[in-house]
């Protein structure tokens, strides 16, 4: 799918922000949230035998399912583990000895998963794997330690590798930029705007996989533009 100039280099890269590689980036953001909740929705389906409507950032599965299929859990925990996945993916392709493209192919996949917004919610005692555990515990103080714990030990290590990776005097400043946009783009993109257009009732009608016209009109738009743009990723590092 990506394709670029193979360059070796040494274990770190001088990041290069450019206008191409920010639609690159914002369009695979958006591709990996709704894939995130594709994977939620999915198992859903799955094992209910019915798909569960859903908005940009909240989805359900369909009514009865859970007294039901009690397997049913699984598919809270599945968009999370999709997504841990992307991260240690990303982690993959920041070995010193690849090349400063498949090293910006990586770091892009670790920050376009959104790793602080999952520490964020789990640390307010929500997300998905303090709900999930939950209510497999029973217990809500449980389950947020717990869920704050996992959620810790599967972003610490990718937020650290992405970290020392950078080469640029304002590494911080570089860090905390790709840890906090995704999350901003998610309040203003996602919470702010398009849910606020289901919420009015613009194309709010259910198509196809339990998804709004909105959102399956949303998903192919982002999916097109990044596919389109996708080689623009490895500029990050040229």
Partial sequence: MFSGQRKKTKGIMRLKLNIKFIIAF?????VMHELHELVHTAVGRLICGCWGQRDFNSWQLCEG?????????LSVFAGPLFTFTMLWIGVSFLKASNTNQ???????LIFANNPFARIFTA??????????????LHNHTMAWVAGLLIVLLLTAFPLYKAFTIISNKKRLGYFLFFLLVPMLLDLVIVFGLMNTLLKNNILSNYWILGSPLLITLFTALVTIVFIATRKHIYSLAD
């Fill in 102 to 108: 498949q090293k910006a192919l990586g770091f892009a």
């Fill in 26 to 30: 914002v369009s695979l953001r958006f």
């Fill in 123 to 136: 640390a307010m005692g929500s997300g998905d794997e303090v709900s999930g555990l939950r209510t497999l």
């Fill in 65 to 73: 399912c859970m007294e039901e299929h009690p397997l049913a859990l």
